[in-house]
């Protein structure tokens, strides 16, 4: 009987492969792309040609100034640094010559907050077990091995913090952009010592001239612009992506856009976070997007039916999480063991990004439609390939839900 049952559900089941699909696929038509599209070509649609670092030979100062300081480091010292690790990378300085890169450097001072965890133990005095060596020679009293309580101490440090951007003599653009960190206390020599360190350590991923200048990728940038960010985005945990819109608006009129400057700002505005690289990335990435989605740029002077604006919010959070300890009951006498209870609450702080794309009805200059995408970032700092891939994919989110239906 089973097998009859069984032999009938599958000629059921060949019998519906054979019948026609009843779901049909429909959507709105693309709208046609401007008469001046077939003669114009549009290069922001195509990914930059991959930047040969091999040919840069030479370097000179960006503007000829050299860096500035700060209180506590003497300019000289920081233009010796970064001559001296650039020639380490097979980057002499131009002789009476125009340079191959122009280099500016920045020292500014900063203060970080440490936090130390300490293991205190309350029971010292009571001698009930443990485990260890107390500071009177015996066992270290308490309950268990939960006797102690972890306090976490809160204090301040100042850094000094080295900031390089390598820029192409060319074209003025910029090619590279990395900063590091270092402890300004000690005394002069052990703060020039700890300066050298930290330029070495900006310059960490810069492509080293070998033998017939071959390509070495960048591993990583060395901080934030952003950062770090979009570090940013780079390796993050986490999406949440939102969208609102003007829905008394026809959005199929709009057929071309153009950008309202600035193109991109920061919150803050931070320069740790301000970098041209970023701005690239992120113009590329929305341009690639729109056209996509069948909106043209506008040429020339003529002014598109879009106005769009980009931000990148970096912003500072923190989380409480609470642990529970010890606090068992038992043992033969049916008395209190293991430990006394307490709990252990820890802030942890981190870091969110955000891009947000915002688009304005040029006529009358109101915002018609809004897309941000929020992500976690990791504390670990990501490659340039890594940055781009992060933001081509954080910007499609944003926009994939445009035309709103």
């Avoid at 009938?8 to 046609?32: D, E, K, M």
């Avoid at 770090?228 to 999406?239: E, M, Y």
Wanted: aromatic share 10%.
């Amino acid at each position: 009987m089973p097998y009859r049952l069984i032999l009938g559900l599958l000629c059921l089941a060949l019998a519906a492969c054979q019948g026609s699909n009843p779901y049909v696929a429909s959507s709105r038509p693309l709208p046609p792309a401007p008469p001046q599209a077939a003669t114009t070509f549009d290069a922001s649609a195509y990914p930059a040609p991959a930047r040969d670092y091999g040919r840069y030979r030479s370097w000179s100062w960006r503007n000829g100034q050299l860096p500035a300081g700060s209180a506590s480091s003497d300019p000289a010292e920081l233009a010796d640094a970064v001559s001296a690790a650039l020639d380490q990378r097979g980057l002499r300085p131009a002789r009476n010559t125009r340079s191959d890169l122009l280099v500016s450097a920045d020292l500014r001072m900063e203060r970080r907050l440490r936090q130390v965890r300490d293991d205190y133990y309350p029971y010292d005095n009571y001698g009930y077990g443990g485990i260890g060596y107390n500071r009177y020679g015996g066992y270290r009293n308490g309950y268990g091995v939960y006797g102690s309580v972890p306090i976490i101490r809160t204090y301040q440090v100042d850094v000094m913090v080295v900031r390089l951007d390598l820029f192409d003599a060319g074209s003025g653009q910029p090619v590279w952009s990395a900063s590091a960190e270092t402890t300004s206390q000690g005394s002069p020599s052990e703060r020039a010592r700890a300066l050298r360190d930290a330029v070495h350590k900006a310059l960490d991923g810069y492509p080293q001239a070998e033998g017939n200048r071959r390509i070495i990728m960048l591993r990583r940038l060395a901080l934030l612009p952003l950062l770090a960010l979009l570090a940013l985005l780079g390796a993050c945990q986490s999406n949440n992506v939102t969208q609102d819109f003007d829905a008394s608006r026809d959005f199929a009129a709009y057929r071309s856009w153009s950008w309202q400057e600035p193109a991109l700002q920061y919150r803050p505005d931070d320069p740790r976070i301000k970098s041209d690289l970023t701005e690239q990335r992120i113009r590329q990435a929305v341009s690639e997007q729109l056209d996509q989605r069948g909106l043209r740029p506008a040429q020339g002077n003529a002014r598109g039916d879009l106005k769009v604006q980009t931000y990148l919010i970096v912003e500072n959070r923190q989380q409480q999480i609470t642990t529970n300890y010890g606090g068992a009951w038992g043992g033969y006498w049916g008395g209190y063991w293991g430990g006394p209870a307490y709990n252990e609450t820890r802030s942890v702080d981190y870091k969110v990004a955000t891009i947000q794309v915002d688009l304005f009805d040029s006529r009358d200059g109101k915002l018609v439609w809004r897309g941000s995408a929020e992500q976690i970032m990791n504390n670990y700092p990501p490659g340039p390939a890594e940055r781009n891939t992060a933001i081509q994919n954080t910007v499609a989110k944003v926009l994939a839900n445009y035309p709103p239906h």
